[in-house]
């Protein structure tokens, strides 16, 4: 039965999915190697930082109490690390798919990561992924890896894919000047499942320089948090139909029209310099994980199941090979 208008999350597990994951991980693990033979291994996917950020995330005070879940449950700020990334380019004057990704501390309760006291938010700048669940994902990223016949054939077999990374891969102006979505679902307390979005509610905005470089965002980044604060509205998205908002398949958007969004934090970004010593190292060794969570707040999905052993298996292989 649906509880407060909201249907329960419909989940479909695979029966292969654990092979799959496992085979996932030794294709990351391989194609890794061979783009870092050497030194520190980045990320596979969001590698490039414009840069990390200290901030503070606030539970707003007015929650009715249906939205009052998890980290939501009272009022009260906690301490924040966000990381601001490209998804694949290799400088900013490429289109690409951006990343916030926010790590929360001193989160009490019953957390999905054994002895974890943070909760994490994974996000992209764009509402659906290019791959509707884990194994399209693999293949989608076996194809583009192989590059050439291989990806133009990927591509002319998943027609979708092809437009969504049109559409996703965008010049913006900033980090902080676009929204945010997580694209993938998460359980929101008893038999309900929720999106996140954040979207920015700062004053001052960064205009396109009229010749992009190759650090125009970071550069951006930077020069706005040296004049003033930046701000977010970190807000949840109801599952209310679970024909038209699927949890298995991360390419079909959850409409704001059909579902609204509520604010439920704030996230204030305060000045600060974020080249400041040190900062550039924290920044490659922070690890963020959607499972490092309240189990009020489970991701729900397949990418977000492989995801749990995939993150936490790549951050051990980057983290040993960065061992001396």
């Known amino acids: 039965m649906a509880t407060a208008g909201h249907p329960l999350a ?7 999915e654990t092979a799959e994951t496992a085979d996932f991980i030794e294709f990351l693990k391989r194609a890794s190697a061979q783009r870092y033979p050497t030194g520190i291994v980045r990320r596979f996917n969001q590698a490039r930082a414009a840069g990390c950020v200290q901030a ?3 539970v707003l005070d007015t929650l009715p109490k249906e939205h009052r879940v998890g980290v939501f ?3 009260r700020t906690y301490q924040a690390w966000i990381r601001f990334a490209s998804a694949s380019s ?7 798919v951006r990343g916030m990704s926010i790590k929360l501390s001193g989160v009490s309760g019953d957390n999905l990561t054994a002895g974890e006291t943070r909760q994490d938010f994974v996000l992209n700048s764009h509402p659906v992924l290019v791959a509707a669940n884990s194994k399209d994902f693999f293949a989608l990223l076996k194809a583009m890896e192989a590059g050439g016949a291989q990806r133009a054939l990927y591509f002319i077999a998943h027609p979708r894919s092809a437009l969504i990374g049109l559409q996703s891969r965008q010049n913006q102006t900033s980090h902080l000047d676009i929204p945010y979505w997580s694209t993938t679902p998460y359980l929101f307390g008893q038999g309900r499942a929720v999106k996140y979005i954040a979207r920015p509610c700062s004053q001052t905005k960064s205009a ?9 965002m970071h550069d951006a980044l930077r020069a706005h948090l040296q004049r003033s604060d930046a ?3 970190f807000m949840i998205q109801f599952q209310t139909d679970s024909r038209t908002m699927p949890i298995e398949d991360a390419t079909v958007e959850w409409k704001e029209r059909d579902s609204t969004y509520h604010p439920v934090a704030r996230i204030h970004i305060p000045k600060q310099d974020i080249e400041d010593p040190g900062r550039t190292k924290l920044c490659e060794e922070a690890g963020f994980n959607p499972w490092n969570c309240l189990t009020e707040h489970r991701p729900l999905g ?6 749990r052993e995939i993150y936490r298996a790549m951050a ?3 983290h040993r090979r960065a061992a001396p």
């Open 316 to 318: 051990e292989f980057r």
């Open 302 to 307: 397949s990418l977000n199941r492989a995801r």
């Open 73 to 75: 449950s009272e009022p």
């Open 208 to 216: 396109k320089p009229s010749t992009l470089t190759d650090t125009y």
């Open 56 to 58: 503070e995330f606030t």
């Open 90 to 96: 290799q400088t900013d004057r490429e289109k690409d």
């Open 231 to 233: 701000c977010f509205d």
């Open 10 to 16: 419909e989940e479909t597990v695979d029966p292969h």
